[in-house]
C-alpha cells in the first residue's frame, strides 16, 4: 500500500494513522489540561465510537495505575506466546536496521531474515493483526467502564450537590432563626429589665443573693 491513510480501513479502522498535523492536533488535545467535565466528553466519544469488539477469549486484565499488562492482555484474547515472540522477533529486526535504509530493501533483510528462521510471514501478519484487535478491543472496553464510572460518579456528585444544598438551606433557615429568637428575647428582657430598674439594682442584688434558684452574675473578668 502506498497511501499511508488506506492502512486506517484495513483492520476495522484501527490502525493508527496521523499525519504531521493530526499528530500536533493530537497532542495539544492531550496536554491542554482540561476540565474533569471536558476529558468526560472526550472519553464519552471515544466509548461510543463503536461497541467493543469481542476479541477476548477470557477477562482481560484490570489496569492498576494507567499501566497495561501487554502479554495478560494478548493472552485473553489468544494470543500464545509463540506468536508473540514471532512479531517481537520482526520488530526487533526492524530496530536494527539504520533508519536511512530504503523500506524496499528493509523489506528484503527482514523477510530473509525470518525464513531463515522458518518463520512464516503470514503467520507475522496475522499475529500481529490479532495484536492489534486486541489492543483496540483493551482501548474501547476500559473506554466504556470509565465511562459508566464516570456516568455513575456524576449521578453521585449531582446527588451530593443536592445534598450540600439542602445542608447549606438548613443551616441558613436556622442562623435566621436564631437572630429571630435573640432579637424576641432581648425584646422581652427589656420590658422585664424597666421593671426591675424601678425597684432599684440593690433591691434586685439582694434577691438574687438570696434566692435559691436565681445565679448571681459572675464579677467582671471572673469568666477569665
Given at each position: 500500500?502506498?497511501?499511508?491513510?488506506?492502512?486506517g480501513?484495513?483492520?476495522?479502522?484501527?490502525?493508527?494513522?496521523?499525519?504531521?498535523?493530526?499528530?500536533?492536533?493530537?497532542?495539544?488535545?492531550?496536554?491542554?489540561?482540561?476540565?474533569?467535565?471536558?476529558?468526560?466528553?472526550?472519553?464519552?466519544?471515544?466509548?461510543?465510537?463503536?461497541?467493543?469488539?469481542?476479541?477476548?477469549?477470557?477477562?482481560p486484565?484490570?489496569?492498576?495505575?494507567g499501566?497495561?499488562?501487554?502479554?495478560?492482555?494478548?493472552?485473553?484474547?489468544?494470543?500464545?506466546?509463540g506468536?508473540?515472540?514471532?512479531?517481537?522477533?520482526a520488530?526487533?529486526?526492524?530496530?536494527?536496521?539504520?533508519?536511512?535504509?530504503?523500506?524496499?530493501?528493509?523489506?528484503?533483510?527482514?523477510?530473509?531474515?525470518?525464513?531463515?528462521?522458518?518463520?512464516?510471514?503470514?503467520?507475522?501478519?496475522?499475529?500481529?493483526?490479532?495484536?492489534?484487535?486486541?489492543?483496540?478491543?483493551?482501548?474501547?472496553?476500559?473506554?466504556?467502564?470509565?465511562?459508566?464510572?464516570?456516568?455513575?460518579?456524576?449521578?453521585?456528585?449531582?446527588?451530593?450537590?443536592?445534598?450540600?444544598?439542602?445542608?447549606?438551606?438548613?443551616?441558613e433557615?436556622?442562623?435566621?432563626?436564631?437572630?429571630?429568637?435573640?432579637?424576641?428575647?432581648?425584646?422581652?428582657?427589656l420590658?422585664?429589665?424597666?421593671?426591675?430598674?424601678?425597684?432599684?439594682?440593690?433591691?434586685?442584688?439582694?434577691?438574687?443573693?438570696?434566692?435559691?434558684?436565681?445565679?448571681?452574675?459572675?464579677?467582671?473578668?471572673?469568666?477569665?
Amino acid at each position: 500500500m502506498t497511501d499511508k491513510k488506506s492502512w486506517g480501513s484495513t483492520v476495522l479502522g484501527w490502525f493508527i494513522v496521523q499525519d504531521e498535523e493530526q499528530a500536533g492536533a493530537s497532542a495539544a488535545a492531550a496536554g491542554d489540561g482540561g476540565s474533569p467535565e471536558a476529558d468526560a466528553a472526550v472519553i464519552a466519544a471515544a466509548a461510543a465510537e463503536s461497541p467493543v469488539p469481542d476479541v477476548f477469549q477470557t477477562a482481560p486484565p484490570t489496569p492498576v495505575g494507567g499501566r497495561v499488562e501487554f502479554d495478560a492482555v494478548f493472552e485473553a484474547a489468544g494470543i500464545d506466546a509463540g506468536e508473540r515472540e514471532r512479531v517481537d522477533k520482526a520488530q526487533q529486526l526492524l530496530s536494527s536496521l539504520p533508519a536511512e535504509t530504503p523500506v524496499p530493501v528493509k523489506k528484503q533483510i527482514v523477510e530473509a531474515s525470518l525464513k531463515a528462521f522458518g518463520v512464516p510471514i503470514d503467520n507475522i501478519i496475522e499475529a500481529g493483526v490479532a495484536e492489534i484487535q486486541a489492543l483496540e478491543g483493551y482501548i474501547r472496553k476500559n473506554a466504556a467502564d470509565t465511562q459508566a464510572l464516570l456516568e455513575e460518579s456524576t449521578r453521585r456528585i449531582a446527588q451530593l450537590e443536592e445534598e450540600a444544598r439542602k445542608v447549606r438551606a438548613g443551616m441558613e433557615g436556622r442562623i435566621q432563626q436564631q437572630q429571630g429568637i435573640a432579637a424576641s428575647c432581648n425584646g422581652r428582657k427589656l420590658d422585664v429589665q424597666k421593671v426591675l430598674e424601678f425597684f432599684g439594682q440593690e433591691a434586685v442584688a439582694r434577691v438574687v443573693h438570696a434566692s435559691p434558684r436565681l445565679q448571681e452574675p459572675p464579677a467582671p473578668g471572673a469568666g477569665a
